[in-house]
């Protein structure tokens, strides 16, 4: 299998606090990899450092993406190297339509014209497969819309812009048993041979529905155990105690 994306011996610095304290990953072409732990154990973090968001800072270590060093770039030539995240809090941005800002960053990622009938079928599709009101594609982004809507709305983004890693932090917070199981859906539409997906969460809700080819158990800022999907459910019976 080809290596997708490797984090070695990473340490990250939130403000004055050491947040992660060495963590090493390694993620292939065609997986699904969680990453679980209790709040405040360095999830968010770890997705932030991917994309070196500048409120956080490497002390040590470096981040392999498809086979180049991307540990100090910025955050938008890593986006348009192929990482997508979605944010447990997504954006609202009034007076720019989701139609455009999929627009907006699809043309920023390809760097090509995006012929719009096309792009407009397509975008069109996806949202039927999501059960998404079609209405919303003329909404300012995000802008009234529910939590549910907002987190189809960041699946819908994934979908469209096709990146080779997909980071989603959260994506099952808040929702209930429907809106989860079409994120699951949209996952399962995006997931193939040549692209991978990292699942950031501190409960199991969203893998009832999808099947991970690898859990990461993180406390305290670094990985204490690797498994399948059955350490998901194993730590959904019994918490993160018995890590600690």
């Not at 968001?53 to 192929?82: H, V, W």
């Not at 204490?224 to 350490?231: M, R």
């Amino acid at each position: 299998m080809q290596n997708l994306l490797e984090i070695k011996d990473l340490y990250v610095n939130a403000g004055e606090k050491e947040i992660l304290k060495g963590i090493n990953l390694k993620i292939n072409k065609g997986e699904i990899h969680v990453i679980m732990g209790p709040n405040g154990s360095g999830k968010t973090t770890t997705a932030n450092a991917i994309l070196n968001n500048p409120s956080y800072k490497k002390s040590k270590g470096s981040i392999i993406f498809d086979k180049e060093d991307i540990t100090n770039l910025k955050t938008d030539e890593i986006a348009r190297k192929g990482i997508f995240m979605s944010f447990q809090l997504p954006e609202e941005i009034p007076g720019v339509s989701v139609t455009n800002f999929l627009k907006y960053a699809k043309n920023k990622i390809t760097n090509k014209p995006v012929k719009i009938f096309e792009f407009k079928d397509e975008v069109k599709k996806y949202m039927d497969e999501l059960k998404m009101n079609p209405k919303n594609m003329d909404r300012s982004l995000n802008v009234g819309f529910s939590g549910g809507e907002k987190k189809k709305n960041e699946i819908l983004q994934m979908l469209v812009l096709n990146p080779k890693l997909a980071i989603l932090d959260e994506t099952d917070s808040g929702l209930d048993v429907d809106a989860i199981k079409t994120v699951s859906k949209g996952i399962e539409m995006f997931k193939n041979e040549e692209n991978s997906v990292l699942i950031i969460t501190h409960n199991t809700k969203i893998l009832h529905s999808l099947k991970p080819d690898y859990v990461h158990v993180l406390i305290d800022g670094k990985i204490v155990k690797t498994g399948d999907a059955s350490l998901a459910k194993e730590i959904e019976e019994n918490g993160y105690e018995s890590y600690k």
